[in-house]
C-alpha cells in the first residue's frame, strides 16, 4: 500500500468511471431505448435509469424521487434549463391553444406548470373575446329589448347565462408531495376553483371516461412503468374529438449539440442536484431517464398504436424536449 | 463493497465502498466551487461542508494516511478502522465515569449539546476506500477534538477547533472555514478571536502530537489534564464558556 500505488490507482479508478460513462452515453445512443429484459427468475424486468431493477418496484422508485425533489422542484427546474423550461412550457399551451370552457385533464401535473399557463390563457381568451368589449358601452337597454339581450349577457365570472361550461383543469398526479406543492400555488396564484387535485396513476386513471377535451402529460411519462397502459388510458378518458398531448424530454437530433447536450446532463445536473437539493442520485436518475425513453419516431408509433390519429411530434430546441399530440377521431 | 449483484444495481453508485458516488474531475472541481459557496452562505448545510472537504481534500487525505502509516497507533486505527456511533459508544457507561475524565467530558459534551455520534454525514467523493476512511475517521473525531481543546459548540469555538485541525490535517476545508469563519463572529467574539484565541490555536495546533493517530477510544478513563498533556495540548485560555476545569463554574 505505497503512496505511488495509491495515486495511481486512484487515477486509474477516475479514468475507468469516466470511460464508463462515455461509453454508456454512446451505447443508449445506439441501442433501443425502450427495452424489457426478462430476470433469470421469470420476473420482468425494466429500466430505473440505467439501472435495472424489477418491474413492479419501478413505481415506488419514481415515488421516492419526486418525494425527495418536490419541494425544490421548481428552483431546481429553473437552475438546470436556465428558466427555459418555462418558455417550453408557455410553447405548449400555444400551440394547444385552448378556448373558454375547455375541460383539461392534466396528469402528472403536481405542481401545476401545465394547469396555470392553460389558465391564464383562456382567462386571456376570455377577455378579449367580442361580446366582453361590447360590454364596455355603458349604454342603457330599453326595457322592451332587455328580455332579448339577456341571452346574450356574459356574467362577471366569464361564463354566459346558457350552457357555456367553465374553463376547469383537474390535476392528476401519482405523488402526494408533488400535489401538495402544486395546491398551495394554486392558493397563491388564485385557481383554487378552477383546479381539483388528485391523486391516481397515469396507468389507472380514477376518472370517468370520454369526459374531456384535451389530455396533457408534461415531462411525467418517461418515469410511467408502462408507457402503453398510460396512452390507452388517455385515450379512454377524452371525449370523441379530444386531443393527446405530450410535452417530453426526447433526442437530440444534431451530433454536436448532442455531445454538448449529454456532457452537460451527466457533468453538471447531478451536482447542480446535489448543491441546490441535496440528492445526487434523484438528478442522475433524470439525466438517464431521458436516455432510456424512446425516440420521437418511436413514441409516436406508440400513440399511433393507442388508437390516436393525426398523431404528429414537433422538435423544440433541436430536440431536446418534444411535443407529441394525437386527436381521438 | 458491492451489495447486491451487478445487475440490480446502478453502475457507478458504491463502487468502491457503500455510499461511494464516483465523480470524474470536472463534477468534482463543480461540486468544490458549488458547495464552497453554498457552505459559506449557509454553514446549516453540513452535507455541503462535507462536500467540500471531500472534494478539496485529496492531497491532505493522502499526506494524512502516509502519516497515520509511519505511527504504530496510526496504522492500528488503519488496520480496525473503529468507527464512533451510538452502536460502538456505550453513552451510559461515559455517563458513570468520573467527573475529570475524558469520556466524561465527552459525555457532557454530547448531551448539553443534544449532539449523537451518527450525526457524522457519510463519505461519497472520495475515489479511494483507505482515503474514505481517514475522512470518516476526522469527521467522526471532530466531536473528541472540541472536547480535547475544551471548545463548545459555537460560532467562535467552531472556528479554533477549525484552526487546530487546519494545522493537524491540512485539509483546505479547514482552512477556509477558518478564515472565512470570523466574519460570521459578533464583535465580541472577534475581539477575543484576534487576541486570545487565535495565538493559542496557532500554538495549539502546531505542537500538538499528531492528533489524528491517537486512538481516542482508548482513553475515556483517563483524566482530561493529564490526557492533554500526553497530546501536548496547552490548557485552553478561560472565558470560552462550558468546558472549564472541574473546579470552575460554567458560564
Redesign the interface.
Given at each position: 500500500?505505497a503512496?505511488p500505488m495509491?495515486?495511481r490507482?486512484?487515477l486509474i479508478?477516475?479514468n475507468i468511471?469516466?470511460n464508463?460513462?462515455r461509453k454508456?452515453i454512446s451505447k443508449c445512443k445506439r441501442s433501443i431505448s425502450f427495452s424489457r429484459v426478462n430476470?433469470g427468475d421469470n420476473t420482468s424486468q425494466t429500466h430505473f435509469?440505467?439501472?435495472?431493477?424489477p418491474e413492479d418496484e419501478k413505481e415506488e422508485r419514481v415515488y421516492k424521487v419526486f418525494e425527495n425533489v418536490a419541494t425544490k422542484y421548481d428552483l431546481m427546474n429553473d437552475a438546470m434549463s436556465a428558466g427555459i423550461h418555462r418558455l417550453w412550457k408557455d410553447y405548449f399551451i400555444s400551440k394547444m391553444a385552448p378556448t373558454p370552457g375547455t375541460q383539461l385533464v392534466d396528469v402528472a401535473g403536481g405542481t401545476g406548470d401545465i394547469a396555470f399557463r392553460f389558465l391564464n390563457y383562456v382567462r386571456n381568451e376570455d377577455s378579449e373575446s367580442y361580446n366582453n368589449q361590447d360590454r364596455q358601452f355603458d349604454v342603457e337597454t330599453p326595457p322592451e329589448l332587455r328580455s332579448i339581450s339577456e341571452l346574450d349577457e356574459i356574467s362577471e365570472s366569464g361564463e354566459s347565462k346558457t350552457e357555456k361550461a367553465k374553463s376547469f383543469v383537474t390535476i392528476c398526479d401519482i405523488n402526494q408531495a408533488m400535489l401538495d406543492v402544486g395546491k398551495s400555488k394554486a392558493e397563491n396564484l388564485g385557481f383554487s376553483s378552477e383546479t381539483c387535485f388528485i391523486q391516481g396513476n397515469a396507468e389507472n386513471l380514477p376518472l370517468e371516461s370520454n369526459k374531456y377535451d384535451v389530455y396533457t402529460i408534461a415531462y411525467g411519462i418517461r418515469n410511467c412503468t408502462h408507457i402503453d397502459k398510460v396512452l390507452q388510458e388517455a385515450y379512454r378518458v377524452l371525449k370523441p374529438g379530444g386531443r393527446f398531448m405530450c410535452l417530453e424530454f426526447s433526442h437530440v437530433t444534431y451530433p454536436l449539440i448532442q455531445q454538448l447536450y449529454d456532457s452537460y446532463s451527466f457533468?453538471?445536473i447531478?451536482?447542480?442536484g446535489?448543491?441546490l437539493a441535496?440528492d445526487?442520485?434523484s438528478y442522475?436518475y433524470l439525466v438517464e431517464s431521458i436516455r432510456q425513453f424512446p425516440k420521437q419516431e418511436e413514441f409516436v408509433e406508440m400513440i399511433r398504436n393507442a388508437g390516436f390519429k393525426m398523431a404528429k411530434y414537433e422538435n423544440i430546441t433541436f430536440g431536446v424536449t418534444a411535443i407529441h399530440s394525437g386527436f381521438k377521431i | 463493497m458491492h451489495t447486491d449483484s451487478e445487475d440490480n444495481h446502478h453502475p457507478g453508485y458504491d463502487y468502491l465502498y457503500s455510499g461511494h458516488i464516483p465523480t470524474t474531475r470536472f463534477q468534482k472541481t463543480l461540486l468544490a466551487i458549488g458547495s464552497g459557496i453554498t457552505a459559506i452562505v449557509d454553514p446549516a448545510r453540513d452535507d455541503m461542508v462535507s462536500a467540500f472537504g471531500e472534494t478539496t481534500g485529496y492531497f491532505a487525505l493522502q499526506r494524512l494516511r502516509e502519516k497515520m502509516l509511519k505511527d504504530p497507533v496510526g496504522r492500528q486505527i488503519l488496520e480496525e478502522r473503529p468507527i464512533l456511533n451510538s452502536s460502538t459508544l456505550d453513552i451510559d457507561y461515559l455517563g458513570s465515569l468520573p467527573e475529570n475524565t475524558f469520556g466524561k467530558h465527552y459525555w457532557k459534551f454530547l448531551t448539553k449539546n443534544g449532539f449523537s455520534p451518527d450525526a457524522r454525514l457519510p463519505v461519497q467523493f472520495v475515489d479511494d476506500d483507505d482515503l474514505q476512511y481517514v475522512m470518516l475517521r476526522y469527521r467522526q473525531i471532530h466531536d473528541l477534538f472540541h472536547t480535547v481543546l475544551g471548545m463548545p459548540p459555537h460560532m467562535l469555538g467552531e472556528v479554533i477547533v477549525k484552526m487546530v485541525e487546519t494545522f493537524q490535517t491540512g485539509l483546505p476545508m479547514c482552512a477556509l472555514a477558518a478564515m472565512f469563519g470570523p466574519v460570521r463572529l459578533g464583535p465580541v467574539h472577534r475581539q477575543k478571536y484576534f487576541t486570545t484565541y487565535l495565538p493559542w490555536a496557532i500554538k495549539c495546533g502546531s505542537s500538538a502530537k499528531f492528533l489524528m493517530a491517537v486512538y481516542y477510544e482508548k482513553h475515556w478513563e483517563q483524566d482530561l489534564q493529564e490526557f492533554r498533556q500526553e497530546l501536548n495540548i496547552i490548557e485552553p485560555p478561560p472565558g470560552i464558556g462550558r468546558k472549564k476545569k472541574n473546579t470552575e463554574n460554567a458560564s
Open positions: 500500500m503512496a495509491v495515486k490507482s486512484s479508478i477516475n468511471f469516466s464508463y460513462i454508456n430476470g435509469g440505467y439501472e435495472n431493477i457533468q453538471v447531478p451536482v447542480m446535489q448543491v441535496q445526487w442520485k442522475q | -
